[in-house]
């Protein structure tokens, strides 16, 4: 009988570490996939694929070690969103709108413009991603896009950052991949190109709605961007 106890004790303890590690796997999918092979970014629609856009991650590599300026990988989600209504080009210091208004490629500039994606890490290993300062975000260096040119962070062409930061809710899921995006059929009905690479239009100035909550919290440490 304790022998019978025994092995019905170690399969209810089996089933229950399965079941275990299916809850810490994402139980959707992911709202976007970055690929850091393609140096695309991909908007997931009900498993369809509705937008495609060029993007840079770190020229410094993948990982997530605090001051290695590396894009980690894996599962993330959006914890913030910052810059609602701001102008394109707007320049963001320390998540703060500065008042400063850049055209793309401005020469000898090269800091976070129009929109500010936050990402937090959900595994091991991008545990640090969120206290790095990890970001989708606009950039003045729109002439880098397509290849490995940030400090850590995502970046895109300040239009396309404006698109999917309005297709994007705070807590949505974000894969960045070492490999080439997967092949998933267009989003039917989908108006307009799959991939958007038009060159962002000036803004009108004016101060942005921020999320007062991350401005509260200290400025960038140099790791993303």
């Not at 958007?196 to 942005?208: I, L």
């Amino acid at each position: 009988m304790p022998l019978r106890l025994a092995l019905i004790a170690s399969l209810l303890f089996a089933s229950a570490a399965t079941d275990l590690v299916a809850v810490t796997q994402p139980a959707i999918p992911p709202r976007i996939i970055i690929s850091v092979r393609d140096q695309k970014l991909m908007v997931v629609e009900n498993g369809q694929r509705a937008a495609v856009y060029p993007v840079s991650t770190s020229k410094f590599g993948l990982g997530d070690r605090w001051g290695s300026m590396a894009t980690p990988l894996g599962w993330l989600q959006v914890a913030e969103k910052i810059g609602d209504h701001a102008p394109v080009g707007a320049v963001f210091h320390k998540r703060r709108f500065t008042g400063e208004i850049l055209a793309p490629n401005a020469p000898g500039r090269d800091p976070i413009v129009t929109r500010i994606i936050w990402l937090r890490g959900l595994e091991r290993s991008n545990a640090n991603a969120f206290s790095r300062c990890i970001y989708i975000h606009g950039t003045a260096e729109e002439k880098s896009i397509g290849k490995p040119s940030s400090y850590g962070c995502v970046r895109m062409c300040s239009k396309d950052v404006t698109e999917v930061y309005t297709q994007l809710q705070v807590g949505a899921l974000v894969q960045i991949i070492p490999d080439s995006l997967p092949k998933l059929p267009k989003l039917k009905g989908n108006p307009g190109k799959v991939v958007f690479t038009a060159d962002a239009p000036q803004g009108r100035a004016g101060a942005p709605v921020t999320n007062t909550s991350s401005t509260r919290r200290a400025g960038h440490t140099g790791n993303g961007a």
